[in-house]
C-alpha cells in the first residue's frame, strides 16, 4: 500500500508563493515518477507538473512554465511544488500522484498513467 498526503495550501494574493509537499510511505522504492494535478470548481482535472524518480527530468504544463517548479526529496519520499507569481486562475484543489509501473513516458502527463493519489490540498488566489 502507498499513502500520499499533501500540505502546504492556503489563501495567498496574486504574485505570492506556496510550496506544495507531498510524503509517499510504504512502498516507495519502486516509483517511477510522481506529479501534481489540480482541479478548478467546475472543471476537469488537469495536468500541473511531474518529475520521473530515477533521473530527475521534469515536465510543466504551459500554463505554469516560468513560475512552479517540482522537486524531490528522495531521502524523505518527498515531492514539493514550489508557486511563484500565483494567479487567481491558480485556484484549485492540488493532488499528488504517484506512479509504480513504467510506461513509455518518463514524466507522464495523463492520469491514467497514476497509480496512487492524494487527498488533495486547496489553494485559493485573490485577485
Known amino acids: 500500500q502507498v499513502l500520499l498526503v499533501e500540505s502546504g495550501g492556503g489563501l495567498v494574493q496574486a504574485g505570492d508563493s506556496l510550496r506544495l509537499s507531498c510524503t509517499a510511505s510504504?512502498?516507495?522504492?519502486?516509483?517511477?515518477?510522481m506529479g501534481w494535478f489540480r482541479q478548478a470548481p467546475g472543471k476537469e482535472r488537469e495536468f500541473v507538473a511531474t518529475m520521473s524518480w530515477s533521473i530527475r527530468t521534469t515536465t510543466y504544463a504551459d500554463s505554469v512554465k516560468g513560475r512552479f517548479t517540482i522537486s524531490r526529496d528522495k531521502a524523505k519520499n518527498t515531492v514539493y511544488l514550489q508557486m511563484n507569481s500565483l494567479k487567481p486562475e491558480d485556484t484549485a484543489v492540488y493532488y499528488c500522484?504517484?506512479?509504480?509501473?513504467?510506461?513509455?513516458?518518463?514524466?507522464?502527463?495523463?492520469?491514467?498513467?497514476?497509480?496512487?493519489w492524494g487527498q488533495g490540498t486547496q489553494v485559493t488566489v485573490s485577485a
Open positions: 510504504g512502498l516507495t522504492s519502486s516509483t517511477h515518477a
Open positions: 500522484a504517484a506512479k509504480y509501473s513504467s510506461s513509455y513516458y518518463l514524466t507522464p502527463r495523463e492520469q491514467y498513467e497514476y497509480d496512487y
